[in-house]
């Protein structure tokens, strides 16, 4: 029981000293007038792919930067530097998301002054990154299809706390028993006011409806005024 009580004791600091830094890294994308996005999903679900598709379609006015989280290698930055945008790889060494801190120290590594987006990958997982704000203004979800439409029901935290979803690789919906109507009535009971996009990376459907999206969000986010 006491060993119990600890446990819980230790977790609630770490959250807490973690929403603490988010707090400053979130003033810190405010000042900069910069959309700051979580990107969250399993393994594989296809967070890279989406951005480097996206990349190419965002107008030459909105100005990206990356952050690549991984817990070893630097294999998505070296994918999302082919698009000359500026990248920074986080290794986590092990741990299965980012966390504020580490997001806080690459924050110097970029010029914040040709910046309106910046996009944060987080370690493939669909769990625990969701309790760790970052400081970003929302998360994204990217969900392949092929995953299967139990996994909002299964897996619902994380789908109370975004603000849009992806839907991925729907060019593989006929080769797959997903019941799409079965995963985005489950959504929308976690979460009614949640933006859900049907995209397939491999044939491009879908992606306009999100690049138009994401596009009047940032414009959104800079014209804010406190
Ligand atoms: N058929 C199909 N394959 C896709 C689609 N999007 C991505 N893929 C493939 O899915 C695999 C995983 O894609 P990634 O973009 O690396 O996935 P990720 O979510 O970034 O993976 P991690 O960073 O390891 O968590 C790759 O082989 C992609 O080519 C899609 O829309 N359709
Ligand atoms: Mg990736």
């Not at 590594?109 to 370690?123: G, P, T």
């Not at 009535?185 to 397939?200: C, L």
């Amino acid at each position: 029981m006491e060993s119990n009580r600890r446990e819980i004791e230790v977790m609630a600091n770490l959250l807490g000293s973690n929403d603490l830094q988010a707090d400053v890294n979130r003033t810190h994308f405010r000042k900069n007038n910069c959309l700051a996005i979580n990107v969250i999903g399993s393994p594989g679900s296809g967070k890279t792919t989406l951005l480097e598709k996206t990349l190419p379609l965002l107008s030459a006015e909105l100005h990206v930067g990356v952050i690549e989280g991984d817990i070893f290698t630097n294999k998505d930055a070296d994918r999302i530097a082919v698009y000359k945008v500026p990248v920074i790889q986080i290794n986590t060494g092990g741990a299965c998301h980012l966390d504020s801190k580490m997001v806080s120290k690459v924050l110097p590594e970029f010029d914040w002054k040709a910046l309106d987006l910046m996009v944060i990958e987080n370690v493939g997982n669909l769990v625990c990154p969701a309790d760790f704000d970052l400081g970003e203004a929302f998360k994204v979800i990217v969900l392949s299809i092929v995953e299967g439409d139990d996994k909002p029901s299964k897996y619902p935290v994380i789908f109370r706390n975004a603000q849009a979803v992806v839907l991925n690789k729907m060019d593989l919906e006929g080769l797959t028993d997903v019941n799409m109507d079965h995963m985005k009535r489950d959504i929308r009971q976690i979460n009614p006011d949640i933006q859900i996009f049907e995209v397939s990376c491999r044939n491009g459907n879908g992606l306009t409806e999100w690049v138009n999206w994401l596009t009047q969000k940032a414009k959104d986010f800079k014209e804010f005024k406190e």
